[in-house]
């Protein structure tokens, strides 16, 4: 059974998605302000976080903080509808991924589903045993490990699903479709920027080629390409 944490100040909501996870198989907890969903969530017994935005006290993106300075654990963000900078800011603090409010409970459920097949374990990572390396790149899927040149990559479980979608297809150009739908378990939705954040922050995190360039390359109309070096 999987442990879901419950972050959110809307008692009643937090009641009915509480009640449908339980009933769905999952264990849930919940916590009704920023503190103490943060104190919750590193108590490291939780297998994700759903995160709302706005709560009293400490606000959803600073809880968020905190709890990815210290914990990789997944963490679905439940933000409102129009408020793009809110997502794109959450994606960026280490989110995986998010759910614009309202939704129901199945979708809630289903997306929940998705990131835990995810970090639990996938087809890809039945592949092989052995490393995936390309370049400087080294993974370790079934560990859920990588490292650049030696140095171990702090990422988040999103960041490696799609990274190690990327390092399977290296040389060639991967659309954000396929990346949407092998990384993050979805189809890309209409204006969804999700895609495009992660992989900016795993640039950052990433060690450049011997020229300096980037090992991450944009395809224009097409998609993100590993450079293979």
């Known amino acids: 059974m999987s442990k879901v944490l419950l972050i959110d100040d809307d008692v009643e909501l937090v009641g009915m998605f509480q009640e449908y996870l339980e009933q769905e198989g999952f264990e849930v907890k919940t916590a009704h302000d920023g503190e103490a969903g943060t104190a919750a969530a590193l108590t ?76 639990q374990g996938s087809p890809m990572d039945q592949l092989a045993s052995a490393p995936l390396v390309v370049g400087q790149l080294t993974m370790w899927p079934e560990q859920r490990r990588a490292s650049w040149a030696g140095t171990t990559l702090e990422l988040t479980s999103t960041e490696f699903n799609l990274l190690e979608v990327l390092a399977r297809n290296a040389g060639k150009a991967v659309s954000k479709n396929t990346l949407s739908e092998q ?18 922050s795993l640039r950052h995190k990433l060690g450049t080629l011997a020229d300096g360039r980037s090992c991450l390359q944009t395809v224009y109309r097409m998609g993100y390409q590993l450079i293979k070096d």
Not at 66 to 91: C, E, F, K, Y
Not at 187 to 200: E, K, Q, W, Y
Request: with cysteine.
């Open 44 to 119: 490291g017994q939780y297998a994700i976080a759903i995160l709302d935005v706005m709560m009293p006290r400490m606000n959803g993106l600073e809880t968020l903080r905190r709890i990815r300075a210290a914990s990789r654990m997944p963490i679905l963000m439940l933000t409102g509808r129009g408020d793009d900078t809110d997502r794109i800011v959450g994606l960026e603090l280490g989110a995986d991924d998010y759910v614009t409010k309202p939704c129901t409970p199945r979708e809630l459920t289903a997306r929940i589903r998705a990131i835990l097949r995810r970090t």
């Open 183 to 200: 990384g993050l378990g979805r189809p890309m939705a209409r204006f969804d920027r999700n895609i495009d954040v992660h992989l900016s």
